[in-house]
């Protein structure tokens, strides 16, 4: 945008470049403009409207980008009437590449170089700030199983559980677990893979997980599920882990790494895994080198990282573990997304209860977290983020099925 421009017109020049659909602006004075497409004398009424309240949030919007935004949104500086998805996407459009942001803007990115998020003791850090929220909080919105991560569906109507159990029930094929073996679940979150996996297929295994809250979960589980004997759950780093496994998972967790470990990951996961033996890896990833989000690492995930999937290959095969098998659910978890949102949006009351005696800080909490699942349902539809399964074997086998037929038939 020309710097001759005001304030409005780059607001109004963005927005009417990038709207897939009328949009209306209401600016903190009170002005308002209709922009997007067909925005002729006939579109009156858009069915989104994105109002800003102050001249300073619609400055935070333009310059500093996704991280400015979150916070006037966040403290209700900025209000969306309709659809919150629609004024997402607005960001994904190439036109804010030309966006001049300040310098500190552009180094917020790289803050996680200087503060150590991903060592040990950061990493313990990093993940208690997300993860012990409470278990209520996540309770009110995930499924039955408490999985925190991208669903499988084998069709569009399933059901959150039906597609969480399918995710467990697809991992265990691929592994291709059998009666009797080891199985070491990295990140093991509230318990959701082990356990299944340790009824299903009579397996035995280990979790480790960095949130107090999910290994008193997982552990209480395993306890009324009958199966203690079969698992067991440790509040310990990946790096801390122990033993030797046929078998290894690691779901939703790699995000966390930091690209500075991700050699420590690869390192830990051949000395813990029997030669020969399959593991899987389930991530999110970037189809871009593009930092992941400020915002994102700010009130999310701080020390949070997205891999591509070259630097994962990459490194994978410096450690020689050979991968067989690649997959991408980005679709699928934006369905899995989907399925948040309505159930965050249906418990918003009981939600609001639980987080809270302030009321301030608890809308704000509240926006944060609507503005991450929202954010993060849009970029899996429209953005970069994909979702990698990959498998692999340590080192070379040759006992390995001719086909893919052993994951889907039965």
């Not at 600016?27 to 009424?45: F, L, M, Q, S």
């Not at 009437?81 to 804010?96: A, C, E, K, T, Y």
């Not at 691929?174 to 318990?191: F, I």
């Not at 490194?315 to 399925?339: K, V």
Request: net charge negative; hydrophobic share 35%; aromatic share 12%.
């Amino acid at each position: 945008m020309e710097g001759r421009l005001s304030l409005k017109g780059q607001i109004a020049g963005y927005a009417g470049q990038c709207a897939c659909e009328p949009l209306e602006i209401i600016y903190w004075d009170g002005d308002r403009k209709i922009c997007g497409p067909e925005t002729n004398d006939a579109v009156t009424n858009p069915a989104c409207a994105l109002h800003f309240k102050s001249k300073k949030a619609a400055q935070q919007s333009i310059f500093r980008g996704s991280l400015g935004f979150g916070e006037a949104y966040m403290d209700g500086e900025i209000e969306v009437n309709g659809d919150l998805q629609q004024i997402i996407r607005l960001s994904l459009h190439p036109v804010f590449d030309s966006c001049q942001a300040p310098i500190v803007s552009k180094l917020l990115p790289l803050a996680g170089l200087f503060y150590n998020y991903n060592s040990i003791g950061g990493a313990h850090k990093a993940i208690a700030y997300h993860y012990d929220r409470g278990n209520d909080f996540y309770q009110e919105w995930l499924d039955d199983s408490m999985s925190y991560s991208c669903a499988y569906f084998k069709a569009p109507d399933n059901s959150l559980e039906e597609a969480q159990q399918n995710k467990f029930e697809h991992i265990c094929r691929k592994l291709q677990l059998q009666p009797g073996e080891r199985l070491l679940d990295v990140g093991c979150g509230w318990g959701g893979m082990l356990i299944y996996a340790a009824q299903h297929y009579q397996v035995t295994g280990v979790g480790y997980t960095l949130s107090q809250n999910q290994l008193d979960y997982a552990r209480d589980w395993a306890q009324r599920a009958g199966i203690a004997d079969q698992v067991s759950f440790h509040l310990e780093d990946y790096r801390e882990a122990e033993g030797t496994f046929d078998k290894f998972v690691s779901i939703g967790m790699f995000e966390h790494v930091g690209r500075k470990y991700y050699p420590d990951f690869f390192t830990k996961a051949v000395e813990l895994l029997k030669p020969g033996g399959l593991g899987l890896l389930h991530t999110i990833g970037k189809n871009d080198g593009t930092p992941t989000d400020s915002w994102i690492t700010t009130y999310i995930f701080p020390g949070g990282e997205l891999p591509q999937l070259y630097d994962i290959c990459q490194l994978a095969g410096q450690h020689d573990l050979r991968i067989i098998d690649i997959e991408n659910l980005r679709y699928h978890y934006h369905l899995t997304l989907e399925h948040w949102i309505r159930r965050f949006e249906q418990h918003l009351d009981h939600i609001r209860e639980l987080i809270g005696d302030n009321p301030e800080e608890t809308e704000r909490f509240l926006r944060c977290w609507r503005l991450y699942l929202n954010g993060s349902s849009v970029n899996f539809l429209h953005g970069p983020l994909d979702l990698y399964q990959l498998t692999f074997t340590r080192g070379l086998t040759n006992e390995l099925p001719l086909t893919r037929e052993h994951i889907y038939v039965r």
